[in-house]
């Protein structure tokens, strides 16, 4: 299923088309500003329309050619001979690249590609080819990971369009909830139980999805709550079960109570559990974490931790 390049949201009748700043896509390539104003001015590679004081503003179609060079010229190609190119070349070289040089950084560049055209077909293609040669479980941490990291980066920074977002999430989401349901039960018998949820109004679930997947594949108790779950709710649930860790994952900012008040909070109420905490606000040092609490920057780390 392929969707408009031109990503629409359709808001009380309006139309919104996705635009982005240069330092959106500074962001977004991992290209500098700096460079990319020499390439347009030098090679007149993308013509980004202006505002009236002149701020250049960039399309999804400037942002997918300026992704494409970005793997060309690091693949090799020099940016004076890339400008030279047909669209149509360079598209069948990114493909072909992207088909034989499995570079974790080039796959992550490819994946956005397909989440700014909305190209379901592109995506399948690419995540099944590295499915196959390094199984899923690795293809989710050395590439699936990275590059939801970097997308609930630009989500939060408002460098991409929400509607990309959720495309591409609600596409990675199938696929862990496809691989849990694939998971035979084979709890070990002194296996610890795990809680797993994330706080209300968040809804960011892709790296709790893929923890409570290599969870249950080690032989641990998951008691898996999902989004944007009520505090009273975590209360009941440890009441009733008692696990043995609390997990979750917090990108955003709260409404009523700041991040680090939410955990010490977490850590007080529940001082018989181990909490392990991840997520946008703890990784970039947002939020202080409590020195009862633990945080997990990948699975792996996850798993070191309930050993």
């Known amino acids: 299923m392929r969707y408009s390049l031109a990503t629409i949201i359709k808001n009380q009748n309006s139309i919104k088309v996705s635009s982005y700043s240069i330092k959106d896509l500074e962001r977004i390539s991992?290209?500098?500003?700096?460079?990319?104003?020499?390439?347009?001015?030098?090679?007149n590679i993308i013509s980004p329309k202006r505002s009236e004081t002149n701020i250049r503003n960039y399309n999804d179609e400037d942002l997918?050619?300026?992704?494409?060079?970005?793997?060309?010229?690091?693949?090799g190609y020099k940016i004076s001979k890339i400008a030279e190119m047909p669209k149509a070349a360079i598209t069948a070289s990114v493909l072909e690249i992207t088909c034989s040089n499995f570079d974790a950084n080039v796959q992550v560049d490819n994946l956005i590609i397909s989440m700014t055209e909305?190209?379901?077909e592109r995506f399948e293609k690419f995540l099944s080819a590295n499915i196959i040669r390094l199984g899923f479980e690795k293809t989710f941490l050395e590439i699936l990971h990275p590059f939801m990291v970097k997308v609930s980066i630009l989500w939060i920074t408002n460098?991409?369009?929400?509607?990309?977002?959720?495309f591409i999430s609600n596409l990675v989401r199938q696929k862990?909830?496809?691989?849990?349901?694939?998971?035979?039960?084979?709890?070990?018998?002194?296996?610890?139980?795990?809680?797993?949820?994330?706080?209300?109004?968040?809804?960011h679930e892709i790296n709790l999805l893929f923890a409570n997947l290599v969870l249950k594949r080690q032989g641990y108790k998951t008691i898996y709550l999902g989004q944007s779950v009520p505090y009273s709710d975590i209360k009941m649930v440890c009441e009733l079960h008692k696990p043995k860790y609390i997990i979750s994952v917090i990108t955003c900012t709260m409404a009523d109570i700041s991040v680090e008040q939410?955990?010490?909070?977490?850590?007080?109420?529940?001082?018989?559990?181990?909490?392990?905490?991840?997520?946008?606000?703890?990784?970039?040092?947002f939020a202080k974490v409590p020195a009862t609490a633990k945080v997990f920057k990948t699975p792996t780390e996850l798993l070191a931790l309930v050993a």
């Open 30 to 43: 991992g290209i500098k500003a700096h460079t990319l104003r020499i390439w347009e001015q030098r090679y």
């Open 118 to 120: 909305m190209d379901e």
């Open 176 to 203: 862990l909830i496809a691989a849990i349901d694939g998971v035979s039960i084979d709890i070990k018998s002194n296996a610890s139980k795990c809680l797993l949820y994330l706080p209300e109004n968040e809804l």
């Open 262 to 285: 939410y955990t010490e909070q977490l850590c007080n109420d529940f001082p018989k559990q181990k909490i392990l905490l991840s997520g946008y606000q703890f990784l970039n040092n």
């Open 159 to 166: 460098s991409i369009n929400p509607a990309q977002e959720h």
């Open 64 to 75: 997918k050619t300026i992704l494409n060079i970005g793997i060309l010229n690091n693949s």
